[in-house]
């Protein structure tokens, strides 16, 4: 089977959108497979900008079947606000479908998720408060909402009653908060449910009709590696499974159906929300790559924290994905500067360490181990092969390809479809 499954190695914000879109040509289906509105991914092509939350990055292409999975939680106003701007800038949407299996967002998920962010105070998470987390828990104990109990009234109003009465009751005892009438919220969602109709499918079934006549398989992560529920730096991270593994249990395939794991890697390291950051800048070299590469939220407009590229981080996410190839973006947003680091290891209380702790006391004391690279400093966004990128670049690179033990496949120096360098073949 001709299958491609595209991660982020770091803390989200990758670029993950971008080398989907690309790889979206040689694709007949993109398949979402987790996260939910809280992902942003940013589109550049035919010279106009798209901002993605909900819908694969394929959806740009015609005739591309574009699967968002049972892994995925659908906030179903927010997915008919992407779809109604996709036709509004004449986008078809008519190759959408959404997994009868897939949970819903209501709107007691987003009051919660805003509740439980403010009651933590200064020990917050640093959620996008869309509901997600809660989602996800109500789906953990079994008493979560699918796409095909929103397409049942009768299901649905039977179960929105009970968990709602339940939430109610939270947001009045616990939260001295305000209680949502039943009849407005099933109102409400009895009307999303008809626009959504035309959209759901067993997704499942029909993802291995087309693997079984050898139709070539996109799967698109959201979020990041090291913002997976159980190998990023939790807590500070998503409530699911953004890594290769998740892609069985969010899209309902087996482990030999996903080929080739390629891993986005940001030519320099940011994270959003809270969290330990060993390679953190504060300084004005920080506030450059800021400013330069307009790393502010998609989803959120936040300014994001910015550091230096930390191999340790990516060589990680390398072992857990499975890494046959990396693709690194966003290389030109570095060529103004002199000097380049890139973390190589760690110290923890004066000694070199090979992992990455999972406590997060020991991950923020841990001191970077930096190899500096001297700066290419010139404008590289008009490359268009590798072998013409400057010596230093290349060098700056090959070097992090060496600590990974991963090969490139993919460099980009810029933002639209035509900035990106295939050093592979992906689909094979």
Not at 147 to 173: G, P, S
Request: some cysteine; charged content about 25%.
């Amino acid at each position: 089977m001709s299958s491609v499954v595209v991660v982020g190695t770091q803390w989200g914000d990758e670029g993950k959108g971008k080398v989907v879109d690309y790889l979206a040509e040689q694709a007949d289906l993109v398949v979402r497979y987790s996260g939910g509105s809280n992902a942003g991914h940013t589109v550049v092509a035919n010279n106009k900008t798209y901002k993605l939350h909900l819908l694969p990055s394929g959806i740009l292409y015609p005739n591309k079947l574009c699967i968002v999975g049972n892994g995925v939680v659908i906030d179903p106003e927010k997915v008919l606000e992407e779809i109604a701007n996709m036709k509004a800038q004449h986008v078809d949407t008519s190759n959408l479908r959404i997994s009868t299996r897939a949970h819903v967002i209501l709107p007691y998920h987003k009051i919660l998720d805003e509740l439980q962010e403010n009651d933590l105070g200064d020990k917050k998470i640093g959620t996008t408060k869309k509901g997600i987390g809660p989602c996800y828990a109500d789906k953990a104990t079994r008493t979560g909402i699918r796409i095909c109990d929103l397409m049942d009234k009768e299901v649905f109003l039977e179960k929105l009653t009970t968990n709602l009465a339940y939430k109610n009751r939270l947001f009045k005892n616990m939260y001295n908060a305000p209680e949502l009438d039943l009849d407005t919220v099933y109102q409400q969602y009895l009307v999303f449910a008809e626009q959504l109709r035309p959209y759901v499918a067993d997704t499942g079934s029909l993802l291995q009709e087309n693997i079984s006549v050898g139709k070539k398989t996109l799967f698109e992560g959201a979020q990041a590696s090291f913002l997976d529920l159980d190998h990023g730096t939790y807590p500070y991270v998503t409530s699911s499974n953004p890594i290769a593994g998740g892609v069985c249990t969010g899209a309902g395939v087996a482990p030999k159906q996903v080929g080739t794991a390629v891993g986005v890697v940001k030519a320099y390291s940011t994270r959003v929300g809270e969290g330990p950051f060993v390679t953190e800048l504060l300084d004005e070299t920080g506030h450059h790559i800021r400013e330069r590469g307009h790393e502010y939220g998609t989803t959120t407009g936040r300014p994001r924290r910015c550091g230096w590229l930390d191999a340790c981080v990516v060589r990680y996410a390398a072992q857990l994905n499975g890494l046959d190839y990396l693709a690194i973006t966003r290389l030109d947003i570095l060529d103004e500067l002199a000097t380049l680091k890139i973390c190589v290891g760690y110290k923890l209380n004066g000694e070199l360490i090979k992992h990455i702790p999972a406590s997060l006391k020991e991950l923020a004391a841990c001191e970077p181990i930096y190899e500096e690279f001297a700066g290419w400093q010139q404008d590289i966004t008009n490359v268009r092969a590798y072998k013409d990128l400057p010596e230093n670049a290349k060098r700056y690179l090959e070097r992090l390809s060496e600590i990974t033990q991963t090969p490139l496949g993919i460099v980009s120096v810029g933002p639209s479809r035509e900035q990106t360098m295939i050093m592979c073949e992906l689909f094979k």
